[in-house]
């Protein structure tokens, strides 16, 4: 029964397993550690971070690795994704380190665990190669996600949000799953490069193809939280405790468009008449209810929710504009150019909500746009800092943003579609009013509150150089641009 | 027609009815109950499919272990049907038009000939069995994606843990130390009152 099965090669999931076994010792640790000493784990779990990435460093080939029998496959754009999850998740807890232990209510070992496991079922998902894979890797983030935002279990409004996200999220993953258990009645594998094998050869059905089709595109939607099926975001951001707005906010946005390229792009190319279709009604809606909605909202992490809306919307431009009508000369273009996005994405949201941390202290949460009112005269630097980031966001010239916006839309002439590109524009610029909004509170408004704003200087340090990336990288775009590039290069 | 096929018809009319009921009883323990039927029957269209292990599976997991954990639940709840039932019937044009519109369109992919399997090619060759076959998969070609559900649960143990562990309780037998060794003054207190005239 045994006879024709060999070993896997390990060491391209080395950094999985390392990260698995430290998550489990963590959780063993804390049971030892008084409750006035979490910041051991805290440095356990950062440290733990840190040598994964250290590991993803020194395995990484460059080559395409598959290894668990074709399950799981590293290459150049799971490295460099996973670089961005590790970099990304211990600037996360860094930002969320006061908050958490300004309320000891929510400052429990578990609290890492369940983050280092989140970080897990993200690689998992980067490095899938199967339907399995993919599905079991999203399950784990999303499980370890559903509990931490019911961590805070005294609030009304962070239970009633974990309750609808883990309903909405459980809804979706059924979707996601019949979609795929669909592809696999038409193909009869689950691997992803047998699948795209099994469609080259046209050999499938396409009615069972398409239905299936529907399914995978409308899970993946809900994952991505893009309009119609965004209706958890603006709720889960809201009511979540705001580190773990950040974390959902942030990271899993990077796993998400890896599993994009994987189903869609690896598995399902053949197909990508059909997907790219209903990805533009998609984005365009996204686009459409993200940024006019974003306009009513008062509080700061509902408004910048139903701005993730809209960037995700605008992300997904340069994944339906990769191949036109069979013609693949612009592929690498689209693509890199949804991938820079994803990346500025992160690093602008993780700015935003990290001066919500900032400035919110012990029974004070500072979500509300009021509570940004002079902030200027309270403190310029870190005023200036949001300025950048709410610059950069809007698509201001000159920040990140302006040229991940500027390279999607590119993509999107370059392809062809320019209604698609007018579009897109218009409604940045409606979207560009509310971050102004917020930049004209910060600045013109006179302070509600002059509670000096007290931090810590790890905190000082990282806000800072997050604010000053967006802004450095934005006159060198091409630094990021290039890895992209490089990276989908190596992988496709 | 043969005995299987009577099996089957019969097992899927128990299980027709069996669904209906779980969502049209008024009492949820009914509904408990009658979804454990559905289990029931459906374990028993997988065992004449000769996937006796996921029968046995169903039946031991859900029927075993989650069904009656769910009983336990609903016994302890005290759940009112009227308010769940509110609005049933302003929503029901509306979900009877999309479930009927999947159920065609679900009816058009599946019922195509492209499902239609040949018996002669269903069938599962004499010597070969299937819970081993399943089992040898998961520990060598399913061994990474087999190691993660385990993760999995333990973060639904961990889950579960946080959301409802508030500490140890503190009991309330009394502690023969601290009585023997209580003091006069930590029971009473001497008050010092002026005393009133007259």
């Not at chain 2, 029968?55 to 272990?65: H, W």
Request: with cysteine.
């Amino acid at each position: 029964m045994f006879d024709n099965f060999v070993i896997p090669d390990f060491l391209p999931a080395a950094p999985e397993i390392f990260l698995a076994t430290m998550a489990m010792f963590i959780l063993v640790v804390d049971l030892f550690v008084k409750d006035s000493r979490r910041t051991i784990v805290f440095v356990l779990t950062q440290l733990t971070l840190i040598a994964c990435a250290a590991i993803q460093l020194y395995t990484s080939t460059g080559e395409i690795t598959y290894t668990f029998s074709n399950m799981f496959v590293d290459d150049m754009m799971a490295d460099l994704l996973k670089m961005f999850v590790y970099l990304t998740m211990i600037m996360v807890m860094f930002y969320s380190r006061a908050y958490l232990f300004e309320r000891p209510n929510m400052n429990k070992g578990e609290f890492y665990v369940l983050a280092l496991f989140a970080t897990l079922g993200m690689l998992v998902m980067i490095s899938a190669n199967n339907f399995v894979t993919i599905y079991v890797g999203l399950e784990l983030l999303s499980l370890s996600l559903y509990a931490m935002v019911a961590m805070n279990r005294d609030s009304l409004a962070s239970t009633e949000a974990a309750m609808k996200y883990f309903v909405l999220g459980a809804l979706a993953s059924g979707m996601l799953l019949y979609g795929m258990s669909m592809i696999y009645g038409a193909t009869g594998t689950l691997e992803i490069t047998e699948i795209a094998e099994s469609l080259y050869r046209g050999e499938t059905n396409k009615t069972v193809l398409i239905f299936g089709l529907v399914f995978l595109v409308s899970g993946l939607a809900f994952k991505l939280g893009v309009v119609p099926f965004h209706m958890w975001i603006p709720d889960v951001y809201h009511g979540a405790p705001t580190p773990v707005t950040l974390l959902i906010g942030s990271a899993p946005k990077l796993a998400a468009f890896a599993i994009v390229m994987r189903l869609l792009v690896s598995g399902l190319i053949t197909l990508s008449q059909d997907w790219q279709g209903m990805l533009i009604i998609l984005s365009v809606l996204s686009m459409a209810i993200g940024n006019l909605a974003a306009i009513a909202q008062t509080n700061l992490k509902r408004m910048l929710a139903y701005s993730a809306i809209s960037h995700m919307g605008f992300m997904l431009l340069g994944i339906v504009t990769g191949v036109v009508s069979g013609d693949a000369r612009y592929a690498l273009n689209a693509y890199s150019s949804a991938m820079f996005y994803v990346i500025a994405y992160v690093l602008m949201t993780m700015g935003a909500f990290g001066v919500i941390l900032l400035m919110s202290r012990a029974g004070f949460e500072a979500d509300q746009l009021d509570d940004y009112k002079g902030l200027n005269k309270r403190s310029p630097w870190f005023a200036f800092i949001m300025l950048m980031i709410m610059f950069s966001m809007a698509g201001v010239p000159f920040f990140i943003g302006f040229f991940a916006k500027f390279s999607v839309l590119q993509a999107v002439v370059a392809a062809g579609y320019l209604w698609l590109a007018i579009v897109a524009v218009l409604f940045s610029l409606i979207g560009a009013f509310y971050y102004l909004r917020v930049v004209k509170l910060m600045y013109f408004d006179a302070p509600e509150d002059e509670t000096p704003i007290s931090t810590g200087m790890d905190m000082r340090i990282l806000i800072s150089a997050n604010g000053l990336a967006v802004a450095i990288l934005g006159i060198f775009p091409q630094v990021i641009m290039s890895l992209c590039a490089y990276a989908l290069l190596r992988s496709l | 027609m043969d005995f299987s096929t009577v099996v089957f018809f019969f097992l899927s009319a128990i299980l027709i009815f069996a669904a209906l009921r779980v969502i049209t009883a008024r009492n949820p323990v009914y509904a408990a109950l009658h979804l454990m039927l559905a289990f029931f029957t459906t374990g028993g269209i997988w065992a004449m499919l000769q996937a006796e292990f996921l029968a046995i599976a169903l039946i031991v997991v859900y029927v075993g272990a989650v069904m009656v954990l769910f009983l336990f639940v609903v016994m302890m709840l005290d759940i009112n049907m009227d308010r769940i039932r509110e609005g049933f019937w302003n929503y029901l044009p509306l979900g009877a038009l999309l479930g009927l519109l999947m159920v065609l369109e679900m009816g058009l992919v599946l019922g195509s000939k492209y499902f239609q399997v040949p018996i002669a090619e269903a069938v599962v060759p004499a010597g070969v069995s299937n819970t081993k076959e399943i089992g040898a998969l998961l520990v060598t070609d399913y061994v990474f994606p087999f190691e993660l559900s385990a993760i999995i649960l333990l973060v639904g143990m961990i889950a579960a843990v946080v959301l409802t562990f508030r500490g140890v309780k503190k009991s309330k037998i009394s502690n023969p130390n601290q009585q023997v060794f209580v003091k006069a003054k930590d029971r009473m207190r001497v008050l010092q009152m002026p005393v009133e005239k007259d």
